[in-house]
């Protein structure tokens, strides 16, 4: 801190006081923008405080976190629940870290935040995987492709979690079930059943008109 001084003239008296100047020096700029790089590079620290399904939670900001380079079972396909409650298991009302992906976008087209999920220093993303409860999606480009397909067959070679039954014939649920192909099967089925309809209407107002 300098200390600049003042003078003031007023008719017969001089007056001269000290006033505090802090000079804002760009070393101090550039020393904030350093403390706030960790929180950039080195993600963020927050609770989680409800898990949605076996891929997805909600922290204590509100924000909604898709986990990165996984796949899990919707909650209405088989193992849904189960990958769930596991999820649940590991970190809900725990203590986290978020991780940013170098190749993934901040967040995807639902608005989620796309991160790694770290507790204790453990990749929960990859333990999902370890422990037979989620699918490495490869279809997205990701930091660990090589380590996420590896931890996949680690547990599928273990029987981990929904590779216990071989019989169970387990598929890997799709990313976005509202997705553009999803939604023209749905369509392509609703005018097939309704096309169908009308035929058969059609082919009764016909009978009836040449019965006559």
Known sequence: MQICWSQFVF????????????????????ILVLLLIPTVLFGQKTTVTRVIDGDTFVIES?????M???????ISDLYGQEAKQHLQQLIEGKEIELLPDHLSKNHDRYSRMLRYAVLNGVDIDKQMLLDGFAVAYLKFKFDKPDE?????????????????KPNDSVIEPDLHPSSKKSWLLKM??????????TGLLIVVVLYRYLKK
């Open 11 to 30: 008719p017969g008296n001089i007056f001269i006081i000290a006033r505090p100047h802090i000079a804002l020096h760009p070393l101090k700029n550039i």
């Open 62 to 66: 509100g924000e909604r976190v898709r």
């Open 68 to 74: 990165v380079g996984i796949n899990a079972p919707e």
């Open 148 to 164: 996420y397909k590896q931890a996949q067959i680690d547990a599928q070679n273990n029987s981990a979690g929904m590779w216990h």
């Open 188 to 197: 392509f089925r609703k005018r097939y059943f309704w096309g169908l309809l």
